[in-house]
């Protein structure tokens, strides 16, 4: 869901083709997707912790998307209680900051996108798979209060994995800024 045509003279980003080329066709990953939900049924698993829902917030080039338990009564703060204004310690205005850092030079973050990705998607999935193994003999609220605890380790997961992409482009693009001699 973050394509944009790279390695074509399509990308908005590229330096292939020209100008025209590169705006022809709106990339999937554009800036105005601010959140991404897949919904998934798994059916190697009981019922009660079959649905997982990934969710990502900001443009999809620049975020990384995590598994979420759907067998909840809540959902984490830092994904739920979004702000009308920035606030750092929100999920959906810290994928806008790293948004609006890496899309201006995308190709000097990439190495701190592309670890974000990576870092949110191995820790969502490895929390599936431990807390998979661990519910298998748990039933009503209990089970739920558990999913929920997997939820909220995700949620920190992912945030301090944004966290520290927001910090390594800062301190990259910080070394970059024109008045620097």
Same mark, same amino acid.
């Given at each position: 869901?973050?394509?944009?045509?790279?390695?074509?003279?399509?990308?908005?980003?590229?330096?292939?083709?020209?100008?025209?080329?590169?705006?022809?066709?709106?990339?999937?990953?554009?800036?105005?997707?601010?959140?991404?939900?897949?919904?998934?049924?798994?059916?190697?698993?009981?019922?009660?912790?079959?649905?997982?829902?990934?969710?990502?917030?900001?443009?999809?080039?620049?975020?990384?998307?995590?598994? +979420?338990?759907?067998?909840? !009564?809540?959902?984490?703060?830092? +994904?739920?209680?979004?702000?009308?204004?920035?606030?750092?310690?929100?999920?959906?205005?810290?994928?806008?900051?790293?948004?609006?850092?890496?899309?201006?030079?995308?190709?000097?973050?990439?190495?701190?996108?592309?670890?974000?990705?990576?870092?949110?998607?191995?820790?969502?999935?490895?929390? !599936?798979?431990?807390?998979?193994?661990?519910?298998?003999? !748990?039933?009503?609220?209990? !089970?739920?209060?558990?999913?929920?605890?997997?939820?909220?380790?995700?949620?920190?997961?992912?945030?301090?994995?944004?966290?520290?992409?927001?910090?390594?482009?800062?301190?990259?693009?910080?070394?970059?800024?024109?008045?620097? +001699?």
């Amino acid at each position: 869901m973050s394509s944009r045509y790279q390695h074509t003279k399509y990308d908005p980003y590229g330096s292939q083709g020209t100008e025209a080329d590169r705006h022809a066709f709106r990339p999937i990953g554009f800036q105005r997707n601010q959140e991404l939900s897949i919904l998934q049924i798994r059916n190697d698993v009981p019922k009660e912790i079959a649905g997982v829902q990934w969710i990502a917030f900001g443009p999809n080039a620049f975020n990384g998307i995590a598994p +979420y338990y759907t067998n909840v !009564l809540d959902t984490p703060s830092v +994904y739920r209680d979004t702000k009308e204004h920035f606030d750092i310690k929100n999920m959906y205005w810290l994928t806008q900051a790293i948004a609006t850092i890496v899309d201006e030079h995308p190709f000097r973050y990439s190495a701190s996108v592309e670890e974000l990705k990576q870092q949110t998607l191995a820790a969502g999935r490895h929390i !599936l798979l431990e807390t998979d193994s661990e519910v298998e003999k !748990l039933t009503g609220e209990e !089970l739920q209060m558990k999913l929920q605890k997997a939820n909220d380790q995700t949620a920190k997961a992912a945030y301090d994995a944004a966290m520290k992409c927001f910090g390594d482009c800062v301190e990259t693009g910080a070394l970059q800024i024109k008045l620097n +001699y």
